[in-house]
């Protein structure tokens, strides 16, 4: 069977993979502040970048409860923002690797970067190895040569 590739650049822009980081703030309504401000470590108004996450709601609401109300107006608000990308890859490499079910996606994308697939696999066990091996077959992927795409990366 022939590769599909070797890709040397892609006429679209690049669609990477995110993550998403979520994590929950309070907001601090205070009369005459104008600009957005967030509970602080230290329990003061801080600007979005310094102030203090909490991984649920839960545990936002438990901090507002210890809170000295004073003055102000408390809100939870979830955060959530895009971090990546984590993989750069032109958009044919893309579609195929979102075509191919989970466990073995894993293994193409590692022989996409270079990886020795092949040696990792049949030291694990080789009737894993096989396996692997024939499901990519499928979607065009010899792990048992090395990778011969190239990346051009900016």
């Avoid at 957005?36 to 936002?60: C, H, M, N, T």
């Avoid at 073995?104 to 030291?123: I, N, P, S």
């Amino acid at each position: 069977m022939t590769e599909i590739f070797p890709v040397m650049a892609s006429k679209k822009p690049e669609i990477p993979f995110y993550y998403d980081n979520s994590y929950w703030v309070i907001r601090v309504y205070q009369p005459r502040q104008r600009e957005a401000r967030y509970l602080g470590e230290r329990k003061e108004p801080v600007p979005l970048q310094d102030a203090r996450q909490f991984s649920s709601p839960i545990s936002a609401h438990r901090a507002i409860a210890r809170l000295n109300k004073g003055n102000g107006l408390y809100e939870v608000e979830s955060i959530t923002e895009m971090v990546g990308p984590l993989y750069t890859w032109p958009e044919e490499i893309t579609d195929l690797i979102m075509q191919i079910p989970s466990p073995y996606m894993y293994a193409a994308m590692a022989w996409f970067e270079g990886d020795d697939v092949c040696g990792r696999l049949k030291t694990m066990a080789p009737r894993t190895y096989y396996r692997y091996r024939k499901r990519l077959l499928e979607f065009g992927i010899d792990i048992s040569k090395p990778s011969t795409v190239i990346v051009l990366r900016k």
